[in-house]
T-cell receptor, first 110, second 112 residues
């Protein structure tokens, strides 16, 4: 079955510390991977997708097919990064069924 | 606001009842998606419509049904409600059948 796993419910780091939000997936074929973010009192929105290979707000994510992982990283956490982060994957072959992980709450402390 | 709009924002009802959640996609988006988020669970995909046609289906219960109308708005009907149906129901839209999803603020359903 297609599955996206985020092992940490809560990740707390100090401002300026590196951040790594873990995501592992179990998918047949070549899924497309995404990170979505929900800031306080805002809607869930796309942060980045693996095919674009870009850095958004200082975050990057590398797809590791061998480890079936798509961890989200940022070298120096900022207070405004505090939010709920969801990893998601969609398969190929029609439709756009995004499977989400359970999310990780990132808290950046001063 | 030209984003995805969902109504109602909050809904409280009793077991056995039926409710309808409504979603208007972003202007120009043809796909609509419904997701359910229960306590301590991630977003569970329910169903996707593209230009009025069902495109993909997830673990949607038989008591639930949805449709997308010619004006592209969508409705999710939940019937014979059970306590376990209490959840946040999100609607999202996208231009086509793939790519970035734009989410609404959700409809919080409480079944007592």
């Amino acid at each position: 079955a297609q599955r996206v796993t985020q092992p940490e419910k809560l990740l707390s780091v100090f401002k300026g510390a590196p951040v790594e939000l873990k995501c592992n997936y179990s998918y047949s074929g070549s899924p497309e991977l995404f990170w979505y973010v929900q800031y306080s009192r805002q809607r869930l929105q796309l942060l980045l997708r693996h095919i674009s290979r870009e850095s958004i707000k200082g975050f990057t994510a590398d797809l590791n097919k061998g480890e079936t992982s798509f961890h989200l990283k940022k070298p120096f956490a900022q207070e405004e990064d505090s939010a709920m982060y969801y990893c998601a994957a969609t398969g190929t072959g029609g439709g756009n069924k995004l499977t989400f992980g359970t999310g990780t709450q990132l808290k950046v402390e001063l | 606001d030209s984003g995805v709009t969902q109504t109602p924002k909050h809904l409280i009802t009793a077991t056995g009842q039926r409710v309808t959640l409504r979603c208007s996609p972003r202007s120009g988006d043809l796909s609509v998606y419904w997701y359910q988020q229960s306590l301590d669970q991630g977003l569970q995909f329910l169903i996707q419509y593209y230009n009025g046609e069902e495109r993909a289906k997830g673990n949607i219960l038989e008591r639930f049904s949805a449709q997308q109308f010619p004006d592209l708005h969508s409705e999710l009907n939940l019937s014979s409600l059970e306590l376990g149906d209490s959840a946040l129901y999100f609607c999202a839209s996208s231009v086509g059948t793939a790519g970035e999803l734009f989410f609404g603020e959700g409809s919080r359903l409480t079944v007592l």
